[in-house]
Structure formats: C-alpha cells, structure tokens
C-alpha cells in the first residue's frame, strides 16, 4: 500500500515525514553572510523578503520503540506569533500520526534535536481550555545535558527562542533523559552530540541491514544549506557548523547515506554522493 505520508525504508527502520506546520521566515538570516542575489536563486522569495520553512518532524518505527524525531511548532502559538512567524499551515502531527493509523500514546521515545520553539514546540500541547499537557505522555524523551542547562537558564539572545512554556511537564528522570555526548537508543539508531547551531544541539544517524540515514538537525536545515560557508545567522556557533558540515557530508556522501530534512519544503530527503561542485556533494536521488 502507498504510504499517505512521505517515506523511506532504510533496512528494518521506516521513516515517515509528520505534518510540523509551515511558517515563513526572513530570507537572510536564514542564509547568514550569503547575499541574496546567490541564495534568492535557490529558493522562492516573496515581496516580504521571506522563505517558506516546513517543520517536518520525523517517525521512527523500528523493530523495538516507535520514535520522533523534533516536533514541530506545536498548537500554543498566540495569534501574535501567528503572524509574526506568518504560519501557513498548521501543526498537526496527532492528524499526522492517524493516518498512518497510530496516536500520540504509541510514541515510545522522542528526540528533540534542540530546544528552539520550531523544532520543541510540539512537545507540549493547550487542550480547548489552554492547560498544557505533554504530547506523547507514554513517551521518554532524550535531549544533551548542554541544551537543558540553557533551557533551564536561558542566556538574553537564546531566551527569544527557548520558550518555558514548550518544556512544562518534562521532569528529569521521569519523561525526560538527560544524556551528555553519544547514546544509542535502539541497535539502529544513534545520537550523536554535535554542538554548532545551538551549544546541545545533536544530530541521529539511523543505520540498518548496510543502509544509513542522517537527521543533522539545523546544521542542515534544507538542500540549499549543503556548501559548507552557507550558514544561517541563528547558528551559536557557526564556525563550529562550518567544520561539521565539512567533515560529516562528504563522509555519508562516501557511504551513499540518505540525508533527512526538518525544514525544506521541496525534499524530504536526498541520497548522497561526492561531487566535484562547490557543495562537495550531491543527491543520486531525492525524496519529496
Ligand atoms: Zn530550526
């Protein structure tokens, strides 16, 4: 049967793409020091100076637990944050994860990559009366010792972005793993720490029966973010991203790894392979 929702098999791991909402953000900052008339040439720009950005969280379903990856921007933005971040489409990842006939209950294990409001968002949800409930309440969820000590303590410029109100419920040693460094979930799927766009920020490398997957979180947020130096000015770190990008994508390229997109609203996914173009790499084949 055709899935209803894009997908990819990666040995015994399915992967499905979940409805996270769409926003529009500006343009440059989402490509840092690149000018606009190199980065406007690879994605649709309006009069508004902005780009359409998809929050595609990611299922999981392995031989063992039922994980997601991210979760989107959530359902308690105030008609305020609506328009300024101009959603275009709503959050609907319980709809997301009907479809595919399972519910919020049958996530095992979630898996923030960082703790910014478009990738923590959907952790916590407003029933119709505005009190905050935990999305997946069955679930366990795993994020860097690093990234909840800002989440805690937030400094002035990640406190714009890092919202309390997206981590109410989350209790240390109950629903919530703190992990500092590498960890393995399941046989098939890793956590890595890579630091870079946020100081906690980790990336899961999916490998399964000789295939291997890739989520790099926001150090890759779209196919328009391959070339090393194209960075986004959110990055806390961005000669830190500009390293990893340099190390890690030529290394899946070798390996054909499938890299997985959060953000870009026309891939879902690419296959990767070396290249002699600028990016260093590119993709023998795509999801959309
Ligand atoms: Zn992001």
């Known amino acids: 049967m055709d899935s209803p929702l894009p997908s990819l098999k990666i040995g015994e791991v399915e992967i499905f793409w979940l409805d996270g909402g ?35 969280a990611l299922l999981l379903l392995t031989p063992s637990a039922k994980i997601v990856i991210d979760s989107g921007i959530g359902n308690k933005l105030t008609a305020k944050q609506d328009e300024h971040f101009r959603v275009q489409k709503p959050w609907r990842l319980p709809e997301s994860l009907a479809q595919l006939g399972l519910s919020v209950n049958d996530i095992d294990i979630v898996i923030p990559t960082h703790a910014d409001f478009d990738h923590a968002g959907g952790l916590v949800s407003y029933d119709s009366a505005g009190k905050s409930f935990l999305t997946f309440p069955r679930a366990r969820h795993i994020l860097q010792k690093k990234e909840w000590e800002v989440v805690k303590n937030p400094d002035r410029r990640s406190a714009a972005s890092y919202w309390p109100e997206n981590f ?11 992990i500092d460094g590498d960890y393995q979930v399941t046989p098939e799927v ?15 490398e999916i490998v399964s029966k000789g295939e291997t997957a890739v989520h790099l979180g926001d ?24 390293a990893l990008k340099e190390r890690l994508l030529p290394e899946y390229a070798k390996h054909n790894a499938w890299i997985l997109f959060y953000h870009d609203t026309e891939i879902r996914a690419g296959r990767a392979i070396l290249s002699n173009n600028p990016e260093g790499i590119s993709f023998s084949e795509t999801i959309i």
């Open 22 to 56: 769409q926003i529009r953000l500006d343009g440059g900052p989402m490509f840092g020091p690149v000018p606009k008339v190199l980065w406007s040439k690879q994605v649709e720009v309006g009069d508004d100076n902005c780009i359409a950005i998809d929050n595609s």
């Open 168 to 178: 109410v419920g989350l209790v240390e040693g109950e629903n919530l793993e703190i």
């Open 190 to 204: 890793k956590i890595f720490l890579t630091g870079g766009h946020t100081i906690g920020h980790q990336a899961i």
């Open 219 to 242: 150090l890759l947020p779209s196919k328009n973010h391959l070339h090393p130096l194209w960075v986004i000015a959110y990055d806390d770190y961005p000669m830190e991203v500009i």
